[in-house]
């Protein structure tokens, strides 16, 4: 730790930022040509379980997939994207979807060709897409059937069609890796996010492969033992920061990972007891709902173990009054990962 960084708070007076008092973990060499696909697939050797374990489980049907199948999908849709779409490094991508288990597929496809993901609200206006579209100008857009009646004036894919089903399961032409053709490097842009547009417009927000690279160290860096994975449901969006970098958790880690395309909470609650949800990712008015609404008596939630909150910040009194009720599942405040920069022209 530098000589100018306090060692009890982590602080830097010179920087003004604070700095974990952890030791660094490791990471490729910042000019390795690594892509965020490939190098959280290379962790994934650290896992004790196989590839055959679930990887995505949809709340309302039951379907699933394996990790073996998602790789398996995610490697052929990207020859596919590359042969079909002429889809290619640096390329991006507008994704407007709610959360499928086709959505993961489609972000590991396109990272592993260097395209730029750039997922938003499927519930965003005319108005708000017409900024989307100016900051991240897409080169292809994937949405599905429900809202396909706006026009994009570009390629379009839908996510829920026999189309995009038989683009993830057979190649078309000749056979293409996983990892791009093209050289992705650490330094190339994965992905443009959007902000909430709190203060002034909405701004997008770019993440480097780099970016993804270290979110996945950490998560391995802190892997606990486990007999079996652990089952997690997402019921924040795989358009937000949360929801996109908690795909990347799973994928090294080896969670199952219960998804649900429209959020209630006693079909959350439901969802806990059907697939034996072992963790829970939430949002602080979530959590309070949990703690005050009396409907958690009618769900047996015993298979709980740990609740992360993430997005906003985690009052105090409402983090004591979910131990109160719920003693033996340990709350974990999330701190989301690092922008790398901010679009934000008019």
């Avoid at 697939?41 to 709340?59: C, G, I, Q």
């Avoid at 994207?81 to 991006?92: I, Q, R």
């Amino acid at each position: 730790m530098r000589q100018d960084t306090d060692p009890k708070s982590g602080f830097n007076r010179v920087s003004r930022t604070f700095h974990s008092l952890r030791p660094p973990f490791p990471l490729p060499p910042p000019d390795a040509a690594v892509s965020a696909v490939s190098y959280t697939l290379s962790l994934r050797r650290n896992s004790p379980f196989p590839d055959s374990v679930t990887a995505f489980v949809d709340a309302a049907t039951g379907h699933s997939i394996s990790y073996e199948e998602l790789i398996y999908r995610a490697e052929t849709l990207a020859a596919n994207l590359a042969t079909v779409f002429k889809l290619s490094k640096g390329d991006a991508a507008f994704v407007l979807s709610p959360n499928l288990i086709q959505v993961p597929i489609l972000y590991f496809a396109l990272l592993s060709l260097g395209v730029i993901v750039s997922p938003a609200n499927p519930l965003s206006t005319r108005s708000d897409l017409t900024r989307l579209f100016h900051l991240s100008k897409p080169a292809i857009v994937f949405t599905v059937t429900s809202i396909a009646e706006r026009e994009y004036g570009i390629p379009t894919v839908l996510l829920d069609s026999p189309e995009f089903d038989s683009l993830t399961q057979s190649k078309i032409h000749n056979p293409s890796p996983l990892a791009s053709p093209a050289r992705v490097n650490q330094s190339d842009l994965a992905a443009i996010l959007y902000s909430s547009g709190t203060t002034g417009m909405v701004k997008g927000v770019m993440l480097t492969h780099r970016n993804l690279t270290a979110l996945a160290a950490g998560y391995d860096a802190v892997r606990v033992k486990r007999k079996e994975p652990a089952v997690f449901l997402f019921t924040m969006p795989f358009f937000h920061v949360y929801g996109f970098s908690f795909g990347f958790k799973a994928m090294v880690l080896s969670d199952t990972v219960v998804i649900m395309e429209r959020f209630n909470l006693k079909g959350m609650l439901s969802a806990v007891e059907r697939f034996r949800v072992t963790n829970l990712a939430v949002v602080p008015s979530l959590l309070v709902a949990l703690t005050k609404d009396d409907v958690t008596n009618e769900y047996d939630l015993t298979t709980l173990e740990g609740i992360a909150c993430g997005s906003a910040p985690l009052g105090k009194d409402t983090a004591e009054a979910f131990k109160a009720k719920f003693p033996n599942v340990v709350l974990i405040q999330v701190c989301l990962l690092n922008y790398e920069h901010i679009i934000s022209s008019s």
